[in-house]
């Protein structure tokens, strides 16, 4: 029988006190929402998921636009039960149903399926989990035999019922035909006037269809969001995780707590990262790279060997085998960087491809340019490659070796072997081989006084 999951997002998320809706909130960088949908699609790639929003349907639309997904309305927001009752129109009876939430963002793909694989055809299954703090949360009811006969809402329960450490995350598997059966004879007799989803466990029990329990690896998988404070949370536990997993793969960090993943990383062996790294995007890292600390490197793949030193910048770049950055270097997108390239502090390259061996070593900017092998940039050298209206580029061919200060007024190219002497502002092309400079001759005034302060009296 297909899957198909619904994933309930329509709530207010009041608690966030934000513009935006609860879901669209980030955790490692990715929405809330997208972390849920992304594990529907694990689950079950062949199905779109079906979304049932409520609140800013086109800012949760536009900000999901590259996932295939079914978008269901609910106009009231009236309860779980009756957010479900508005996607059953468009899933057809020989499905089976998972439901998840919107604002659980961390259950796994293992958890979903142990819970699919331990519920038959014509069952009713679910997640609970026992909980230290359970407040907050449905609490699970059992009879003498431990069969599951009702959750209770925290605002319904009694105070027995509130000791009751077993809890209802709010993720069941369901047959489509039970809910299109359950759904529409619930009522919201409660003390919140809601349409509750849980009533279809009372329906299970009342028609004798066993339900399953199944308990998440891991409580952090079901924590939903309903505050910053509890995102913040979920956002360490989260890091922490991603760390572990980094340091199991043979990666070595300075402090794990003090690294931050906003995307996908991967690592290869030997690597050593310093305190307060952030990776944002999708970012590849080579075996025996170190990263210094305070360096920030995004959708970035760097090759072996490479040494990122402290506060460097990296955006969009790919930089090969035994390169040096850094400290304080700053690399934008469309960098591509050769073997044995050092980039060294106060440093900014944009768009730029620099060949095998050359170095830019201190308080440079190079943007659009194409800089061949062995070619040595001396301090301060710029390109000013932007007119106003129009990019253009330097080229530099290799072994040439530029002066300190020296700007080139783009387009501009440097022959081979060629030297630019110091200060120079260079506007033409220069030929191989040669030296070439623009500079005012040095002059020495002999003779020349000071100017003196003015006598007062
Ligand atoms: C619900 C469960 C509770 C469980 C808890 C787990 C019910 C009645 N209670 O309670 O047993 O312990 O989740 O987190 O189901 N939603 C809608 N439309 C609505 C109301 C809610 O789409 O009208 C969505 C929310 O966006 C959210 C999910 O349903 O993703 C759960 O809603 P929420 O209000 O957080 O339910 P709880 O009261 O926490
Ligand atoms: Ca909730």
Redesign the pocket.
């Known amino acids: 029988m297909t899957i198909q999951v619904v994933i309930?997002?329509?709530?207010l998320?009041k608690r966030m006190h934000s513009h935006l809706p609860?879901?669209l909130h980030c955790l490692s960088g990715k929405s809330l929402l997208l972390h849920v949908v992304e594990t529907a699609f694990v689950i079950s790639p062949a199905t779109q998921p079906v979304v049932?929003y409520?609140h800013q349907g086109k800012m949760l639309r536009d900000a999901l636009a590259h996932y295939s997904i079914r978008w269901v309305e609910?106009r009231e927001?009236?309860?779980?039960?009756?957010?479900l009752l508005q996607a059953l129109p468009i899933i057809p009876d020989d499905t089976r149903v998972l439901i998840l939430?919107?604002?659980?963002p961390l259950i796994t793909e293992q958890t979903l399926n142990k819970l699919i694989h331990a519920t038959p055809s014509h069952a009713l299954g679910m997640l609970t989990a026992h909980l230290s703090n359970p407040a907050?949360?449905?609490r699970i009811k059992r009879d003498k035999h431990h069969h599951i006969i009702d959750?209770i809402?925290e605002k319904d329960a009694t105070e027995d019922e509130r000791n009751i450490m077993e809890?209802?995350?709010?993720i069941y598997f369901v047959p489509a035909h039970f809910l299109k059966k359950w759904l529409p004879l619930l009522n919201n007799k409660n003390v919140q006037s809601?349409y509750?989803?849980?009533g279809i466990i009372a329906s299970a029990v009342q028609e004798h269809i066993p339900i399953h329990a199944v308990q998440p690896r891991r409580n952090e998988e079901i924590v939903?969001v309903?505050d910053r404070v509890q995102l913040a949370h979920l956002e360490r536990f989260y890091q922490h995780e991603q760390a572990e997993k980094l340091m199991h793969q043979g990666v070595t960090l300075r402090d794990p707590a003090r690294i931050d993943i906003r995307g996908e990383v991967r690592i290869g062996r030997d690597v050593v990262i310093d305190v307060n790294v952030i990776f944002e995007g999708r970012v590849v890292i080579g075996d025996e790279c170190v990263i210094g600390a305070n360096s920030i490197l995004r959708d970035t793949e760097l090759g072996k060997r490479v040494e990122v030193k402290a506060h460097s910048i990296i955006e969009g770049a790919k930089i090969t085998d035994d390169c040096i950055i850094g400290p304080f270097a700053r690399i934008r997108p469309d960098t591509v960087l050769a073997e044995q390239v050092h980039i060294g502090n106060f440093v900014e390259i944009k768009k730029s491809h620099i060949a095998k061996g050359s170095k830019v070593n201190h308080l440079s900017y190079i943007g659009d340019s194409d800089i061949g092998k062995h070619v040595n940039i001396g301090a301060g050298t710029i390109t000013c490659n932007y007119d106003g209206i129009n990019k253009h580029k330097t080229i530099i061919e290799d072994n040439a070796f530029i002066g300190s200060c020296t700007q080139f007024v783009a387009p501009v190219t440097i022959g081979e072997g060629a030297t630019i002497g110091a200060g120079s502002t260079i506007t033409r092309d220069a030929p191989p081989h040669t030296l070439t400079l623009s500079r005012a001759p040095q002059q020495t005034i002999e003779g020349w006084q000071r100017p003196k302060k003015k006598d007062e009296s």
Request: with cysteine.
């Open positions: 309930l997002a329509a709530g998320g609860k879901v049932v409520g609910q927001q009236l309860g779980t039960g009756h957010a939430c919107g604002d659980v907050g949360y449905g959750i809402e809890i209802n995350p709010g809601e509750y989803l849980t939903g309903n």
